[in-house]
Structures are given as structure tokens and as C-alpha cells.
């Protein structure tokens, strides 16, 4: 009987085990890659995933791998698997995996999302992407149409957005356990243990502010901020951090916001995702033009906090982001 590893929106106890052997292990924090796992493909053929509603059956590691979105591309690097990845698209910026130096060059396919038929060409044994939109008919293809073609699919389960499914609240180990399930699909189970203890250390080293700063995470929009919100990955890092978002009672992982909301809360500082398309600086020459938040407290004194585009969704660069914070908190003297 195959054995059926839940959603990890589900995990509850069942992979409470999974998580602690982890944090208990001996782990090097050495970044060195790790080579993936050479897993009997036959006991790989006995796991299932419920990966965001759809069942995935792993076969050992696929040869040639597409990925979509810089999140998954580097979840896949630290993992040992860029070798790979025959076609890479949608990146936010940069490659840039925080832990593994990279030494081959991924092949980017697309700046956008790329149509099924680009993404076919290249012959994938296996597609990741980073949200569920993703594979769509006007995207890399649907889900089930690919599995018929013999091509594993398989979304970061951070971006889940059902019920049941979508981690609510996103924290740390449930992130840790979604590195861990992708070590498991990607036949790189011991790399995905090694990057895990790196990250725990990584988290366990930093010292979040005390000092009980309000922030709001700018992520991107104009006319109105769509902003972190309570239960997502800006949440999980700004909590780390020692900030209070002035929207975590919002109920989503991001929210568009309106400036009027912002310009009442005054936040004290404010986090700006910098992405290729919406840059930091451009964020801050609309802050300081508008009258309006041009008077904001962290407006006036210059209290910005930025944070690459990628690392503002759950993936390997989360602790990498939160110590950043921390430190640019250290550099403003706001600690």
C-alpha cells in the first residue's frame, strides 16, 4: 500500500515526528551542497503527496526539470538539483540561493510565464511552480493534462489557496516541513535535511528587535498598497523580526490596503519589496511625493527596510530575509 504523506496545511501531529528527528539531528551548517539522495526509485514510487488538492506520485529524481517563479528555482538549487533544471521561468530577479553557491547557469526560458507549448519543447519529466495559477490552460498547462502526458507536477504548498490546504498561519515549520516534503518528491532527502539545519540555525541565531515597532510591508501597488497581511509569508518573517504588522488582523497572506489606513497607523517603519518591475527606490520616490505619506513617521526619517522580491514569499531565503531585517533595524539604530 502506498504510503500517502497529507498536505502539510494538514500536518498537525502526523509530521510533528518528521520535524523534530530533524531538529535533533546532527546537521553540519556547512552551505556546501548537498548531492541528492540515490533513492531506490521503487520505494519512491510508494509515496504519494497531496500537493494542493492533487495527488502526486514521486519516481525517484526527474532528469529535467522546469521551474516557475525565483522560489521554487532556488528551493531546487539548495537542493542539489540545478543540474537539472533544463528551462527556468517568471524569476523575480536574480537567481541567488542563500546557502549554495551556484555554478551552472539556469537556463531561463521566459520572463513571464510561459505558454505549454514553450514549456513541452524542452521535454520535462517534471514542472514546480510557484503559485497555482500557474498551470493553467493560458500557462504551463493544467495539472491533470500534464500528469496524462507522464509529467509531475507540484506547487510550493505555501501558495495553496484552499481551505485545507493553505497554511494558516505560514510559520517557520511548516515551512521547514515543506523543504523536507520537496526533499522527499525530488529524491533529495538528505540535502533537504542539511538545508533545514542550516536554516534553524540561521533563525535561531537571530535577535529580533525588542524594541515593539509597527511596520507595514509594501510589497507593491500605487493607487493602493497591497501589503503583508496576517497569515502569510511577510507575517511569519516580521513576527521573527520583532515587528508588529499594523495589518495582521487581516486574514490573507497579503491584501490590498488603502493609503488612508496606512497614514493612520504611522507605522514605524516600513519593509519595501524590491523587484525588477516595482523597485524599492520607486516605492519610496512615491511615498515621499505624495503629500499625504510623505508625512508618515518612517517617511520623514528614513526608516526603509528592503527586502528582495524573492524572498518575500516562503521560500529558502525567509531566515536569510529576516536577519536582514534585523540588521538594517541595527543600521537605522532602532534595534
Known sequence: MPRHLPHLARLGIVLAPLVLATACSSVSADPAPVTPSSADPAAAAELTVDNCGTVVTPEGTPDRIVTVKSTTTELLVELGLADRIVGAAFLDGPVEPPYTTLDVDIPVMSDFLPGQEATLALDPDAIVGGWESNFAADGVGERADLAALGILTYVAPSACKEAGYQPDPMTFDLLFAQIEEAGLVFGAEQAAAALVGTMRDGLAAVEPSTSGLTAVWYSSGD????????????????????????????????????????????????????????????KIERLESDPATASLTAVREGRYLVIPFAAGEAGVRNVEAVASLTTQLDALGLS
Open 223 to 282: 493607487d493602493a498598497p497591497y501589503v503583508g497581511a496576517g497569515i502569510g509569508a511577510p507575517q511569519m518573517m516580521m513576527d521573527a523580526a520583532g515587528l508588529t504588522n499594523v495589518f495582521a488582523d487581516v486574514h490573507d497572506t497579503w491584501t490590498s490596503a488603502t493609503w488612508e489606513a496606512v497614514v493612520e497607523a504611522d507605522p514605524d517603519v516600513i519593509v519595501l519589496v524590491d523587484a525588477s518591475w516595482n523597485t524599492a527606490a520607486s
